[in-house]
């Protein structure tokens, strides 16, 4: 007698849920480099996207490009050093994911710049937007995102820092101490709110290929002459790659920190 065929398992015929599906993570300074990287990396794991930043036609072109792919993204205008522009990110982002159905997740923390020269060559004209933005903006949304989180008991707080934090180097000593700072401010947080389920990662890049070099102020003569040694540097996607795995791990595994370099680099 000839049996029934067994119908196939739906879970062997059906792709599985992306892992970040469901969730929302907001990513400032996402117009270019690292940030931009990091927004198409979550989408692509399944999470809405809040893409922010202070150039809105690169947003709403990133957010364009994440909705094709036939993930969710909104672009906001927002400085990153503005305290009363984050309120305002958080506020429009939770506004978003109640019509998206997605509840905000993950927050990186990515807004910052970059300064050549230390405590003497450094411009010290440019001191004080360099820590409201690398500093004080980056803990006020850290601080935003953690009460909301903590409330939830749950969330991920990523915060990227940088090898020029990890080793202060001469060449870059006040973009350094800001990067030290904030490695501070999250290590700090972390033991804060881990008990609540909060999960607080720093991530510290070596050198990667992007603007932030050019906005800085670097040169042939005090970036680029240093760095040929190292040989092939970093891609945004490659920092991006590592965020996405962070945020991936299980509930009750925390990667707290994360140091990247190129292979070929020995210092910072």
Known sequence: MLKTPVEPDEARTSNPPLPL???????????AGIGRAVAAQLAKLGAAVVVSGRRMARLETLAAHITQMGGAALAVEADAADNAAIDQLLAKAETWGEKTGCGLSMVVVNAGRGLAGGLLGSDESQWEYLYRLNVLGAMHLMRRAAARFAEKKQGDIVVLGSVAGHNISPFSGMYGSTKWAIAAAAEALRREVCGQGVRVTTIKPGI?????????????????????????????????????????????????????????????
């Open 21 to 31: 599906a469901g969730k929302m993570a907001i990513v400032t300074g996402a117009s």
């Open 208 to 268: 990667v290929e992007s603007e932030f070099q050019d906005v800085a102020g670097y040169t042939f003569d005090n970036f680029t002459k240093m760095v040929q040694k190292f040989g092939a540097v970093l891609k945004p996607e490659d920092v991006a790659a590592a965020i996405g795995f962070v945020v991936c791990q299980p509930p009750h595994v925390h990667i707290n920190e994360l140091v990247i370099r190129p292979t070929g680099q020995d210092y910072p």
